[in-house]
């Protein structure tokens, strides 16, 4: 019978109720209730792959709008560059072509050395045998 007496005991509450209340809301905050849950649930998973879509589309709306005006920029400085290097083709175009006639007569005059020295080669040959021959007819 002791230990039903010390039960009765612990079951009434000598706490006053509004001093209780006041330090469960004093503790609350440091009370937290987590919920384990199975990572092998396909709800949860069905979750995240939802939140991670919304997070794709909301960075993707913000980010088409730079690559846009990216794209808007890089448009316009190539339309430049083009116009620009156009101009200058135009600006150069006798100088283009004065270089292109020096480089034939260039390559003429390249073609006629080339004969010539090789008849060159061939005449200073023949002088050659000629020159030895003698000697050699002479021992």
Do not use: F
Not at 66 to 79: A, G, M, P, Q, V
Not at 104 to 132: C, F, H, M, N, P
């Amino acid at each position: 019978m002791n230990d039903t007496a010390k039960q009765e005991e612990i079951l009434q509450s000598t706490t006053d109720a509004a001093e209780w209340n006041l330090e469960v809301e004093r503790v609350l905050p440091q009370l937290k209730v987590t919920v384990r849950t199975d990572n092998k649930d396909w709800r949860i998973h069905v979750d995240q792959m939802h939140q991670h879509k919304d997070g794709i589309e909301s960075s993707l709306k913000e980010t088409r709008g730079y690559l846009d005006k990216l794209h808007n920029e890089i448009s316009r400085t190539l339309e430049k560059i083009n116009s620009r290097e156009k101009y200058i083709n135009n600006q150069l175009e006798h100088l283009v072509q004065e270089y292109r006639s020096a480089q034939a007569l260039l390559s003429e005059a390249k073609e006629k050395y080339q004969e010539g020295s090789g008849g060159v080669t061939e005449r200073i040959r023949v002088l050659s045998e000629l020159l030895i021959s003698p000697v050699c007819k002479r021992r």
